[in-house]
């Protein structure tokens, strides 16, 4: 949808002062915002203050609008930095337009959205959780479930290459990767490693 366009629809304009939280992560917000002017930073916050940032994001521009496309939770929180003025329509109003978009079209807007989203993921990951919870976040997103009903990840990259997109050292992945098979987390070695507690596994990973 071209920012014009928003402009032409039903939108709700909202103002808000410096200081004040936007987005918050993991909640699933009712609306999706524009941003027509203002500074916003995106990031993990603690409280009422960003602790991590990653950026930041000047109007116009859309406000996260990935999680809107994915009909996901935020995946990142979002203070302003200035006061900014936001046109904002609901989500389900929304995700009817992006339906009457040709079939092409929302296939290539859904696969751009996830790529970003994961991306992002991947980000305040590495900005809000330790190794440990890195990897067992990275072990649960790539995980399969076999046909015995068990999960499993079986690794097609090096662990050098695993490590560097959870940025971390090799040798610390393969510190975790002991220390979660000692807690009797996982299980296995070489190229297969069996789940053998997901819950735990989540609890760690905090998702």
């Not at 409280?47 to 930041?56: D, K, R, S, Y």
């Not at 649960?140 to 050292?169: C, N, P, T, W, Y």
Request: hydrophobic content about 45%; aromatic content about 2%; overall charge positive.
């Amino acid at each position: 949808m071209h920012p014009v366009q928003l402009s032409q629809l039903p939108a709700e304009k909202k103002f808000a002062i410096r200081g004040e939280a936007l987005l918050r992560r993991a909640e699933a917000s009712p609306w999706v915002s524009y941003l027509e002017s203002g500074r916003v930073a995106l990031g993990v916050m603690d409280g009422n203050a960003m602790e991590h940032q990653l950026g930041v994001v000047e109007g116009p521009c859309w406000l996260e609008a990935t999680a809107a496309v994915l009909n996901l939770p935020n995946v990142v929180d979002a203070i302003a930095e200035t006061d900014v003025c936001l046109r904002r329509m609901p989500v389900a109003e929304f995700r009817q337009n992006l339906s009457e978009l040709s079939a092409p079209v929302r296939d290539v807007l859904h696969d751009v959205a996830m790529a970003h989203r994961q991306q992002t993921e991947l980000a305040v990951s590495r900005l809000a959780k330790d190794a440990e919870a890195r990897c067992a976040e990275w072990l649960l997103r790539h995980a399969k479930v076999g046909e015995k009903g068990g999960m499993a990840v079986q690794l097609q990259e090096r662990k050098r290459s695993i490590a560097a997109q959870l940025g971390i050292a090799p040798e610390t992945l393969s510190r975790v990767l002991r220390h979660l098979r000692e807690r009797s987390m996982i299980s296995g070695s070489g190229r297969l490693l069996n789940l053998v507690d997901p819950k735990g596994l989540r609890s760690l990973a905090g998702v």
